[in-house]
């Protein structure tokens, strides 16, 4: 999509199109409303109602309403995936839930998003698997 106001449009996705212009991005309506100003580093598409942005090296989430609904506080973020986004910070990843609570706490060496109800993390070469419940359902060595 192109529109003459921004330097690149985006197509819309959950209802918001992602725009950028100078460098920065943000979202707008199908009325061409600015609903997230541009004043994000990068900015993704919308994923189950959130999208994730960067902003002086720091990763948060934004709703649809332009509201920063989890501080730009990590070092990386992943979209959301099956209710739950795999977050890093100071190379420790951990799982926060769309309230911006560490559900899996920030203390594993490595993790994977959320997958057919499952996740992997890593601990001191030891894998560990969550389900849904946020419970270890396996350990491997």
């Known amino acids: 999509?192109?529109?003459?106001?921004?330097?690149?449009?985006?197509?819309?996705?959950?209802?918001?199109?992602?725009?950028?212009?100078?460098?920065?991005?943000?979202?707008?309506?199908?009325?061409?409303?600015?609903?997230?100003?541009?004043?994000?580093?990068?900015?993704?598409?919308?994923?189950?109602?959130?999208?994730?942005?960067?902003?002086?090296?720091?990763?948060?989430?934004?709703?649809?309403?332009?509201?920063?609904?989890?501080?730009?506080?990590?070092?990386?973020?992943h979209n959301f995936s099956e209710g739950f986004a795999l977050v890093e910070k100071d190379d420790k990843y951990g799982f926060i839930n769309p309230q911006g609570e560490e559900v899996i706490p920030l203390q594993y060496d490595k993790a994977w998003d959320f997958s057919d109800g499952l996740a992997w993390v890593n601990k001191a070469k030891k894998l560990f698997l969550f389900n849904m419940m946020l419970f270890i359902i396996l350990v491997r060595d």
Do not use: C, H
């Open 1 to 77: 999509m192109n529109n003459s106001q921004y330097d690149y449009t985006w197509e819309f996705i959950e209802g918001l199109a992602r725009v950028q212009k100078d460098n920065k991005y943000g979202f707008i309506n199908q009325q061409g409303k600015e609903v997230v100003p541009l004043q994000y580093d990068y900015a993704d598409e919308f994923n189950e109602g959130f999208v994730r942005v960067k902003k002086d090296y720091k990763w948060g989430f934004v709703n649809k309403e332009g509201k920063e609904v989890i501080p730009l506080q990590y070092d990386y973020a």
